[in-house]
């Protein structure tokens, strides 16, 4: 039992990257399409490259969408509409337009015959012979209609409808008709009062009626049967052909995913996604071991890529088309601001294959993709400054309308049929990429990660802490910015990440601030506040600054890579002054009572500062200093430092550390204005 809990101690980190591992590829096989994959690659305007392809089943050809859509027009246009009659009104408008006649002629001096309410009542039978109609609607005169009343249908046209607006000229035309013009004012008065319409369009009964054909649109137009020749090699992939090879990839697809060979899919899918996070590790282990020893950080790197396949997996189910909208240069952008370039373009480019299963097009998919996070990679540099992600993302949009522009050239031959809206989605997709900036914050308070953007506002001197420590130990701020400055050149010579190196310049002496006068860089006067302490007192006070700076550091949020600096750069040595002390005073001092707690630097940032912060300080109590003395001081400290084994941890080489030396030579004879000793 023992030996079994002693194995998972051990190797706990191991077995959390199997689990991690395991994980992740079960997600994303969650997430891929429930269909085989066909074992062609074929595109519309390229020729055929393999063999005569014979039907190895019957199948039906499908349809084009452009096919499709062509009868869906048809219906449309050729559908006869449905109009409601109410064959109640004539009858009730003609026994209101008698009333108003009787009541008119009883009123009036003179009298009218009765002939002229006869004609009356044959215009409103004229006018109802089929219905009245109020707005004009966009059909041809001879167009078939059908008028429902009730449960009954009548089919007639669309020009047996009269318009209100038709009714002055029917009266007019019936009045001359029947030579009654002297009673044309009183008949056009009280047939136009009394008329209303009787016919309005059903548009709820003549849309269902067109659905209804529209659902019975038969998506196939023809069967190939099993044997027959679907394509010869060297054959264009265009027309007839392109739908015959759709329609064989779409029956293809649907019959090999079934419970038979369920297993046997499942199994494919696993060995392709595990392919791909094997590469990752290994990539880490090899090139990256740093971000490999970190679980933090390698649960970062597959939660975005986890999430990028999911984000894309809900685009193409709502919508296949809408692919394009989704930001994936957010992951390079992001992974180069938290790691680098290189690992940034490696997990884009393994995200995009995994994509690969999913979506439409994947060659097209791919091509533009890898190319966008290219651009991504090379064009983003400096991300704290604002101007160049959105300079950046006008250049990843106009690669992407660039390419897909291309593409559709070599697909169709002309940029006729060309979908503008496809630009649009470009568009939206480079200002969604814009989120990065908050999706960078929000990684850093999840994962704690640190970003050039927070390093950016950490270096600033008038911030709170620095402002305090300026304030409380001046001495000692004034010591971190020439430390800053000695470490972020030395960063720069070796390729280290200098602005990190720069901001843990600054507050790794922040614990000074609790006892700024024990310190000598803060000491105003001869007073020497150690002359009254015994010397194992005073090396606690010194040694109980890193601890301080630590407490300091977390109550005021700092981020844990800004930690490391105040816990490492004294490493495991010792308070030589006070050691020395106790050794005069008791003969033989503890040097466990006189030794920081270390850890030593774990990565090269962290050496320069010890290198960066032990020169300067040493190099305060040269006297009548030149450049031959302080080239040995240089030399002696950091050589010093390495017999220690202060560095045997920070993956640093000798050929660094020469450069590292170098720098601060040339930057501590700049900070003396001393120049070169030349022999007289």
Known sequence: MNSIFSFFSKNQSFIYKIFLFVLATVLIIYLLPKGGQFKYNFQKGKPWQYENLYAPFSFAIKKSQEEIDLEIDNIRSEAVPYFEIDEETPSEITSLFIELFD??????????TPKVKRIGTTILNKIYSVGVVKDR??????????????????????????????????????????????????????????V??????????????????????????????????????????????????????LVFQSQVWSQSNYFWLLLGYSLLVSLVFLMLFLFMKNYRPD?????????????????????????????????????????????????????????????????????????????????????????????????????????ITFVYILGYFAFFIIQEGNIELIEIENFGYFILCGLLTLFSFPLIYIYEKIFGLVSDVTLLELSDTNSKLLKELSNKAPGTFHHSLNVA???????????????????????????????????????????????????????????????????????????DRIIDFIRTHHGTSLVYYFYSKENDNIGEANKADFSYPGPTPFSKETAILMMADSVEAASKSLKEP????????????????????????????FKEIQKIKKVLKKKLNNMYHLRIEYPE
């Open 485 to 559: 400055n000695l470490a972020e050149a030395a960063a720069n010579e070796i390729g280290a990440n200098a602005m990190l190196t720069r901001v843990g310049a600054l507050y790794h002496d922040i614990g000074k601030m609790v006892n700024p006068t024990y310190f000598t860089e803060n000491q105003v006067s001869s007073i020497n506040s150690h002359d009254e302490l015994d010397p194992k007192e005073s090396a606690q006070i010194i040694i109980g600054h890193v601890i301080k700076g630590i407490e300091i550091a977390k109550k005021n949020k700092l981020p």
């Open 626 to 653: 030149t450049s031959s003395k302080l080239d040995a001081f240089v030399e002696k400290i950091i050589d010093s430092q390495m017999d220690q084994g202060q560095f045997i941890n920070a993956n640093i080489t």
């Open 103 to 112: 009541e008119v002629n009883e009123n009036s001096s003179e009298k009218v």
């Open 291 to 395: 971000i490999y020893s970190n679980n933090t950080k390698v649960t970062f790197i597959f939660f975005n890529i986890i999430f990028m396949v999911f984000i894309t997996t809900l685009v193409v189910k709502y919508d296949a088309k809408l692919v394009y909208i989704t930001p994936l240069c957010i992951l390079p952008l992001v992974l180069k601001t938290f790691f680098d370039a290189r690992l940034g373009l490696f997990v884009h480019v393994l995200t995009i294959l995994l994509l690969g299963f999913i979506v439409p097009n994947s060659f097209e998919f791919l091509f533009l993709q890898i190319i966008a996070g290219m651009v991504t990679i090379l064009t983003v540099n400096e991300l704290y400054k604002r101007a160049n992600l959105f300079i950046s993302v006008g250049q």
């Open 137 to 194: 609607y966009p059909y041809d005169s001879g167009k078939l209609i059908y008028l429902k009343n009730g449960s009954e249908i009548e089919e007639s046209t669309y020009k047996q409808l009269v318009y209100l607006e038709q009714i002055d000229t029917i009266i007019a035309s019936e009045i001359e008709k029947h030579s009654v013009q002297e009673s044309e004012s009183i008949l056009s008065e009280l047939i136009s009062k009394v």
């Open 196 to 249: 209303i319409p009787n016919v309005v369009i059903n548009n709820e009964l003549t849309e269902t009626t067109i659905n209804s054909e529209i659902d019975a649109i038969n998506p196939n137009r023809g069967i190939i049967e099993k044997g027959s020749r679907i394509i010869a090699k060297g054959e264009v992939v265009e027309g007839e052909k392109f739908q015959k090879l759709n329609s064989f990839k």
